[in-house]
């Protein structure tokens, strides 16, 4: 991407603008995104998603913002359906003493990707990986895999 943005600056000065654009966030997704700046749509996207989401912990904003519609979930504890997937997580975002930590979103082949750590001290530690499946810079699927930390790990570089 620094190489990608290295050009395009130099053909900038070349040209003689000196108009930089970077992507930035749009007030709603578009299913029909194409181009051949769409990586960085969609990595703008999963990391303005993963800002609303979890800093301003407002799933229902979020998804008003990048799930327009359809909405498949493959979490076993979860049902398909944006209504649904907002409900349960208003819910538990809103569960007393949660902390998110250790979040980190980027997008990659048409998935985009957060990590992260959290938990409610002394009921439970995990870490998580949520994978969402683009159309344009909308998120129309969802996966996630969860681990318990437990403190007994052997690797020391475990988890982040």
């Not at 985009?112 to 530690?125: I, L, S």
Request: hydrophobic share 40%; with cysteine.
């Amino acid at each position: 991407m620094h190489l990608l943005q290295g050009l395009i600056l130099t053909a900038a000065l070349i040209s003689g603008s000196t108009a930089i654009t970077t992507p930035k966030p749009s007030e709603a997704c578009s299913l029909k995104a194409r181009g051949p700046l769409l990586h960085e749509l969609q990595d703008t996207a999963i990391k303005d998603f993963a800002q609303i989401f979890f800093v301003d912990r407002n799933p229902k904003k979020a998804f008003d913002k990048y799930v327009p519609g359809r909405y498949i979930e493959h979490n076993p504890n979860g049902l398909s359906g944006r209504e649904n997937a907002i409900s349960f997580l208003t819910g538990f975002l809103a569960t007393p003493g949660l902390t998110v930590t250790n979040l980190t979103a980027y997008a990659g082949g048409g998935f985009g990707h957060m990590r992260f750590r959290e938990g409610v001290k002394g009921e439970f530690d995990r870490v998580v990986s949520d994978r969402l499946k683009f159309e344009g810079t909308c998120f129309v699927e969802h996966w996630d895999v969860s681990q318990d930390v437990t403190g007994q790990e052997t690797n020391p570089l475990a988890w982040f």
